[in-house]
């Protein structure tokens, strides 16, 4: 082998070396691109959410302020949950119902029985959207229901709890 024929090869290797450079930019500036296009989208998505979250407690909070100018402080005939759906506005039942719930279910009632006492006494939200959150959080009707006896003076001892 000569010398013109160890240029050719280093010629042609260094012209394959500068097109595997070319692909490998050219992958990187694609990739950048669609990381860019990704995050950009990720950074709408959360500022959509502070929206949505935003404009819900706005609702909740002049629920709340209807709910105390209508039925007083809070804790006395009404209550409220932080649920990590938003807030549930919750009336105190007729104590005899809720009694009569109470003699009837004790300590440990169905999912059905908590829906019987509950969904009447929801103020906030509407009760559409109350149904939607339990479907998501099924826990929340249990504790709504907890809260709801808790309201209307019913505790552990009277549901034959310790």
């Given amino acids: 082998m000569d010398e013109t024929d160890n240029q050719v090869q280093g010629s042609a290797a260094d012209e394959q ?15 950048a691109t669609l990381q ?18 935003t404009e819900r407690k ?5 629920a709340l ?6 039925y ?13 759906g938003g807030v549930v506005i919750l009336t105190r039942g007729d104590g005899i119902k809720v009694r009569i719930w109470a003699d009837k279910h ?12 509950v969904r009447p006494n929801v103020q ?3 009760i559409e959207e109350f149904d939607e959150m339990v479907k998501e959080m099924p ?7 907890g809260k709801l006896l808790e309201l209307s003076g019913v505790g552990a001892k009277e549901l034959g709890g310790k």
């Fill in 58 to 62: 706005c609702r909740e909070e002049a």
């Fill in 139 to 145: 826990m929340v009707l249990v504790a709504a229901a």
């Fill in 72 to 84: 007083g402080p809070l804790g006395t005939r009404w209550a409220a949950m932080e649920t990590l």
């Fill in 124 to 126: 906030y939200p509407a």
């Fill in 17 to 31: 070396e500068k097109e595997l450079q070319a692909k490998l930019d050219k992958k990187r500036a694609e990739l």
């Fill in 65 to 70: 302020s209807a709910a105390e100018a209508k």
């Fill in 106 to 117: 004790g300590a440990n009632p169905s999912v059905q029985a908590c829906r019987e006492l």
């Fill in 36 to 53: 860019a296009g990704r995050e950009k989208a990720r950074r709408r998505a959360e500022i959509e959410e502070e929206i949505a979250v």
